[in-house]
């Protein structure tokens, strides 16, 4: 076993309490995940989701894709294949690490998988719109996402002029805020408060946080107005 003598870790707020990051986007007829991190089965079992009709993923670091393996239950219950949407350099990743899933002899009990590759055309997974907005994380190319109103990003420290235009008009956005300290692949605290003013988007929330970020509640405390920490578990309503 291996112990953390961090505030954040030892902390008793639920919310100091991180997971990997994904979310679960739902419409009343649609559910759908993005990411599947090394949590996902505790996640899903957490939130007590007993739909779920598609993977849609960001890009292929171990770290989101882990915990692919375990749509099994999903599609056996549902008799369906899981559909699984992909760029083509985490589609090769998904049929490397998981290799058994895609092998022509299979295994009883494996996962029934549909593999889509996606570009940055739009497209959609059952009534939810779905536009790809390319960002880097570092040098790897990573999709984040916009769903009508709402825009997702995780993993990311570069966005082009271009990529940005389809994230303004956003009413809310999540995106990758790891730490105060500069990284090499990640935004910053300070840089991602800036991109959401910026990107003049009224409402924001902070995802993919680190232990060194601090404690939930004194971080939210210097944030400005509109923006917030995310926190496992967080529910987002639209209309």
Request: charged share 25%.
């Amino acid at each position: 076993m291996i112990a953390c003598g961090c505030e954040v870790c030892s902390s008793t707020d639920k919310k100091d309490k991180r997971l990997r990051s994904s979310i679960l986007v739902q419409s009343a007829a649609t559910s759908f995940v993005v990411d599947t991190t090394p949590d996902f089965r505790y996640q899903m079992l957490r939130e007590n989701i007993r739909q779920l009709d598609a993977v849609l993923f960001t890009h292929p670091h171990k770290d989101h894709i882990a915990g692919l393996d375990d749509v099994k239950a999903f599609s056996y219950f549902s008799r369906k294949a899981m559909k699984v949407y992909a760029n083509t350099l985490t589609e090769e990743a998904v049929k490397r690490e998981f290799a058994y899933i895609f092998s022509d002899k299979k295994y009883p009990g494996i996962p029934d998988i549909n593999l889509n590759t996606i570009t940055l055309e739009p497209f959609s997974i059952g009534d939810i719109p779905v536009v790809p907005i390319l960002v880097w994380h570092l040098k790897m190319p990573v999709m984040a996402y916009r769903f009508g109103k709402f825009t997702y990003i995780t993993d990311a420290n570069r966005i082009e002029p271009a990529e940005k235009e389809k994230i303004k008009g956003s009413e809310v956005m999540v995106v990758n805020a790891l730490r105060h300290a500069a990284h090499i692949s990640h935004f910053t605290l300070d840089e991602a408060i800036e991109l959401v003013q910026e990107l003049n988007v009224p409402k924001a929330y902070f995802t993919h946080v680190s232990h060194q970020l601090g404690k939930h509640a004194a971080v939210n405390k210097e944030l400005p107005a509109g923006i917030q920490l995310a926190y496992d578990g967080l529910n987002l309503f639209f209309n």
